[in-house]
């Protein structure tokens, strides 16, 4: 039964099962009969929560050093990390974002740490010893539990100089890279905050660089924590812009995401929308118009990519409430039904066609509007936050899909409901075919637009759609209806084909220009036509027109986006003219840099095509002497001088494409490599503000780009002595270089990345013996990250081409046993990109061992992680499909009846179809690790407080993050001092390594077992377990009696003097103090009894003994 | 008298066997200093003294004609001549303590002795140094007693002339083929003092990689300029980012020099962050939580 769509149903029943958005819960609270009648009465209950987490997997990521030192010198930090709503894996919480409480949060850590979290700093007081540090946040703005993190380390503290309340925070030494790389915060800040009218929610904000980030970002309420590796000093280019965009990204996620939450995963496309799209208009303020356009296109062809390749991407799903047969996801092998189910990929391109929509309903109704739109969210949200006492307020701080649309349309008063429908409510991109002739008697322009809406991930579009016509007399738009049987649409053209010689042409933004019009064809006054010029529909657009209109294009649109169009379009036409225009666009200094770049590798791919007929120098290599060469001495090239950013991207990139150029033999011109070399030998950095990190990287990357295969005779073993003579001058230079990295290591270790890169290009085209020894070494812990992953990538490469099922096996114990989970996540997402195998494809790595490898992984390895989880998850899809994988040995139909008939064990080979097809939840032991994999053990109870109460009944609950998944539950830990509670919830349930430990009787059984508890915990049927649920779920349903509910995290002394044990592992302690109370808001006489319902102070006198993680 | 001077000369004679003529010179001085003691203690009312009484006379007698002529030549030296004169000889008698006025007289006195000169012997002849060419004589304006010009092979220099190489093309090409000389040098040394990996199983010496060695804490050669980065960086950035200086405000510098302490002892890094933000709140009055210093436990009462 090891296919994926049996797994994949059962993973999201698993998921939905514990789904706090439901109101499900990984921890059961079961409320002692004695205390029913309180309940009857209205009167609060509250839940203390002891716990500690001791090694956890997940959750929280520790990074220690392995030197001598105290943990402080060491630079040992932690923090949390996970995807979406992932809180739970490090102290017990509703972890749902549309449950809000405020917080009050304690850490106690070494005295030489700083614990960085939310809310506020109140005061950091010192324990008796003074050994250690108590931080006391407080987060009066109501947030939920998965806006929750914490950063402990000894990081170095900088006030950001322009905005007191925002602090940075870096690891030791890293100070002034900090001061740089912050410096430019202040201006993200005043311009988001100028945009949305509106002042930053949060009192405060704080930044975290860490190092082993889960993310490059992550933001939480009033705090964002950061890859380490994005500081940079002043002298590097590149990181820079990437840098500041991460910063934008997080503070945009700020207002959307943290302040303002969702209401439940299928409103998560509005918060990512908007905060993708305030991000953009950062962007396009920053970095200019062009930068943005192309930005816009880059993702529109990514997501247009994706969605051809995989079926459609769908922001908001809608769940028909058990017509699970209209999966609106069928063509996907997993659900979208959950955040934590999805593959990381698709969330990528979720995030990115968020955005887009939000585009488009700006081009629908004006950024005005949209601005205002987002202007009264905020401030709703914001007068909700300030009401202390009203928690029902509250929910005005999520927001939802329709209650987005519905403030758009009382904002802008315009109905883009259709707009919705096509893009939110629906998946899939339109792809459009296009092409022309022209009417020369009516002087008429016949354009047929065709439309594929029946291949994967494709959808019809009907409604307007523009096309820019450039003709002689000027540009114009049309908008045309796209209907269903209309393909042929005619536009009355403006000019006739005459020539006014001495006439300029208009362009579309109002320019003239001269155009040198002898290409064109003398009947037509057509220069270029576009469609659907400003992205306004999610699309492809294959467009045919004249060489020499694509050509017009280039050199006369203005637009960098029809400009870059038009540089892939050239690609296929490898004509003198086609070079002269890429070879004009690229000397032309106004011209944006990335289209210049782009057209290198144009006039590349242009040059290896008319390689018989190309006349002069290699490609390029003119130009680049003229602009980056001496004048006295043509060979040498100038000392570096980076002022210039658009010619330093250029410069880098040409000899890239120059080192695409081939002769006739195919081979790399010997002038080229020659030139490359040159510029190697002569790169002069000293009198350069920048480093020359990335120049360098992108010449050895050109060194590689160079080589072409060997030519091997009689597969005779590579050697030194058979080695091309212009491979050893390549191996001359990626040697050196990759020497003096060790010497003197470049930013992010460029160098050492490129030069793997190349030593695998060598490898790979026999010039070189194949061998992954190398890359291994380079692969390990302790290597820089960027390092790490070049050289996995290495081996991943290997493992593909050599087969070796060794190395398959060494990376996969890598994805079980590596440190670093971005590291593990990182090889199951190469693989499966550059997967060793495909399905229906022979290969001796597809063994049966191998299936039941991942199966388990899939199962029971990753049970920390669902990133993780749902990379191994894609990774089983490319190599064995969604069915049965071929090399397991084919099921005995016989064995399938005797397992139903008799009360035989389980034996899971296959899977009847049955069970396959219908969407029971959670059917089968195999696939319980996610429901149990958090909660391992759960003794709870409730403990009724009276206002004379003094001692507080409490347990600990321990949850062993570390334990597999699948693994049968042990029971609790015993209470400790109280009779009355009950250990409840013990469902045993077990992988399939050990099935014989399922108790059932039969499958039928076993399923109907499961199905009960599942049920059990989504609809309680008796009182008892009412109760249970009120606790448990707080999520308010419509019709539980309980509408308002107030949670408060209260901290409260310690009524015992329990000194914490001193954790070696971690030297990190945390107390956690979170308490959530349940306030029934018509007994008023409860309020009177339980005064600290109302007040955010600290129910001080309350013996609670706060959970520890650490103890 | 006649003892002394026998059993002087026979002190010569038992020493001749291994002479050689600088020996003999200055045994012909000493024996000279043995007369003078032995006549000075005739002088002096003395019938006979034992041998090693004028042995050790006549060593007190030699230290000090050794002093007075050492003491003469520092003196002349001092004032930039190289012969001693008669003032430089006072000024040292009167260093050591000696009465002048009281010379002439008893230079005059009567009784005394006066003494042959000693035989004049060879002077000593140090080995020359092997000269090269001749020396050069004093030009007119140079006194006589003024040294020698010392060997011409010592000041003597001959220029080889070459074209000055001003050509760019050829500068840039020595460095650049200069600095890879050094690289391949410096990196191939690293590689045959260290580990190496290599590319080829049956050569380990045409490509020798330095061996991958994982960092105990990664990121830091990463992400920090090297120091060859941050000297030119300084050189460059000198003449820039003079605007920028001004615009850097006053708590950045404090925390500039906060950092270099915190790195020295991370242990007190807190003790330092708070310090630093106290600091910095009494100069611009940042009031940032983080700043603030830690608080004291209070203490609680038992109920």
Known sequence: MRNLNYFSNAYAAAVSAVDPDAGNGELCIKVPSELWKHVDELKVLKVHINFSLDQPKGGLHFVVPNVEGSMAERGAHVFSCGYQNSTRFWFPCVDSYSELCTWKLEYTVDAAMVAVSNGDLVETIYTHDMRKKTFHYMLSIPTAASNISLAIGPFEILVDPYMHEVTHFCLPQLLPLLKHTTSYLHEVFEFYEEILTCRYPYSCFKTVFVDEAYVEVAAYASMSIFSTNLLHSAMIIDE??????????????????????????????????????IYGLWMKKTFGVNEYRHWIKKELDQIVLYELKTGGVLLHPIFGGGKEKDNPASHLHFSIKHPHTLSWEYYTMFQCKAHLVMRLIENRISMEFMLQVFNKLLSLASTASSQKFQSHMWSQMLVSTSGFLKSISNVSGKDIQPLIKQWVDQSGVVKFYGSFAFNRKRNVLELEIKQDYTSPGTQKYVGPLKVTVQELDGSFNHTLQIEENSLKHDIPCHSKSRRNKKKKIP???????????????????????????????????????????????????????AQEESILALEKFPTPASRLALTDILEQEQCFYRVRMLACFCLAKIANSMVSTWTGPPAMKSLFTRMFCCKSCPNIVKTNNFMNFQSYFLQKTMPVAMALLRDVHNLCPKEVLTFILDLIKYNDNRKNKFSDNYYRAELIDALANSVTPAVSVNNEVRTLDNLNPDVRLILEEITRFLNMEKLLPSYRHTITVSCLKAIRVLQKNGHVPSDPALFKTYAEYGHFVDIRIAALEAVVDYTKVDRSYEELQWLLNMVQNDPVPYIRHKILNMLTRNPPFTKNMESPLCNEALVDQLWKLMNSGTSHDWRLRCGAVDLYFTLFGLSRPSCLPLPELGLVLNLKEKKAVLNPIIIPESVANSQEPVNNPNNHGQLIGFQSTEDDHLVKETASNVSVHQQGVKRKADMPLGSPLEPGQIPEKNEDSKVKLKIRFSNSQEEEEIDMDTVHDSQAFIYHHLNMLERPSTPGKEQSSLELNMLPVAAAPLSVFSKESNSSKHSDHHHHHHHEHKKKKKKHKHKHKHKHKHDSKEKEKEPFTFSNSPASGRSIRSPSLSD | MADTVSSGSGTRSGGKHSTTPADNYYLARRRTLQVVVSSLLTEAGFESAEKAAVETLTEMLQSYVSEIGRSAKSYCEHTARTQPTLSDIVVTLVEMGFNVETLPAYAKRSQRMVITAPPVTNQPVTPKALTAGQNKPHPSHIPGHFPEFPDPHTYIKTPTYREPVSDYQILREKAASQRRDVE????????????????????????????????????????????????????????????????????????????????????????????????????????????????????????
């Open chain 2, 184 to 303: 391949r040098a410096l990196t191939r040394f690293m590689a045959k003092t260290g580990e190496t990996q290599s590319l080829f199983k049956d050569d380990v010496s045409t490509f020798p990689l330095i061996a991958a060695r994982p960092f105990t804490i990664p990121y830091l050669t990463a992400l920090l300029p090297s120091e060859l980065e941050m000297q030119q960086m300084e050189e460059t950035d000198s003449s820039e980012q003079d605007d920028q200086t001004d615009t850097e405000n006053l708590p950045l510098h404090m925390s500039t020099d906060d950092s270099g302490a915190e790195k020295e002892n991370a242990s007190v890094l807190q003790q330092n962050a708070s310090l630093s933000g106290s600091r910095n709140g009494e100069e611009s009055l940042i009031d940032n939580p983080y700043l603030r210093p830690v608080k004291k436990p209070k203490i609680r009462r038992k109920k």
């Open chain 1, 240 to 277: 820079t812009p990437l840098t500041r965009r991460y910063l934008a990204q997080a503070l945009a996620q700020q207002f959307f995401g943290c302040f303002i939450s969702r209401m439940s995963w299928s409103d998560e496309w509005v918060l990512k929308g908007i905060s993708g799209y």
């Open chain 1, 507 to 561: 362009l579309m933004n109002g320019e003239e220009v001269d155009m040198d019009l002898s290409a064109m064809d003398a009947d037509s006054p057509l220069l270029w036509i576009r469609i659907d010029p400003d992205m306004s529909v999610l699309r492809k657009v294959e467009f045919e027109q004249a060489d020499f209109m694509w050509q017009y294009q280039l050199r006369y649109e203005r637009d960098v986006v």
